[in-house]
Every structure is written in structure tokens, then in C-alpha cells.
Nanobody
């Protein structure tokens, strides 16, 4: 049974930082790309960042230079370091694995507010 468990969300002030983690169990990890998506209230889910099995990264334009995705294959964990957060980053953040069955984590809430 494949499970993706996220952690690290919370409430942060504008300009602050958070680091999300997603640990995978029940699946091979190192050979598959991983991604983070987010969904704000009333909006569609959108890709935030992705990382290939070789560590090549891709980001949506609005987070470039502020967010960084990384992976630790030994720990079967993918991370999302988020800096200079703004209220527009408020959303539920989801971890995503395509192995090639598509799996989603349960989501972790990130709220940016003063």
C-alpha cells in the first residue's frame, strides 16, 4: 500500500519561511519524479515544483527564486523549502508521486497571514 505523508505546514507571517516534507512508503522512490501541488480555496490545483529522479527541478513562475524542491532518496522524502512567503501562497499543499499510478498525499495547510 503506497502512502505519502506530508508535514510542515502551518501559519506564518508574510515574508516568513516554512519547509514541507513528504515521506513515501510502499513504493520505490529514487526512480520516480516527485512533485508538490497546491490548491487555494475556489481555485484549481496547480503544480508548484517538480524534481526528476536525477534531481532536475522545475518551478511555476510565481515561486521561482523563493521555493526550492529537493529529495533525499535514502529517506524516501521530498522537501519544499518556501521562503519570502506571501498571502498568495496560502493553500493546501499536496505531495504527488506517479509510479506510474498517481498518488497524492493528504495535504498540509499553509496559511500566510499577519
Amino acid at each position: 500500500q503506497v502512502q505519502l505523508v506530508e508535514s510542515g505546514g502551518g501559519l506564518v507571517q508574510p515574508g516568513g519561511s516554512l519547509k514541507l516534507s513528504c515521506t513515501v512508503s510502499g513504493s520505490a522512490f529514487s526512480i520516480y519524479p516527485m512533485a508538490w501541488y497546491r490548491q487555494a480555496p475556489g481555485k484549481q490545483r496547480e503544480l508548484v515544483a517538480e524534481i526528476s529522479r536525477g534531481g532536475i527541478t522545475n518551478y511555476r513562475d510565481s515561486v521561482k527564486g523563493r521555493f526550492a524542491i529537493s529529495r533525499d532518496n535514502a529517506k524516501k522524502t521530498v522537501y519544499l523549502q518556501m521562503n519570502s512567503l506571501s498571502p498568495e501562497d496560502t493553500a493546501v499543499y499536496y505531495c504527488y508521486l506517479d509510479n506510474p499510478v498517481r498518488y497524492w498525499g493528504q495535504g498540509t495547510q499553509v496559511t500566510v497571514s499577519s
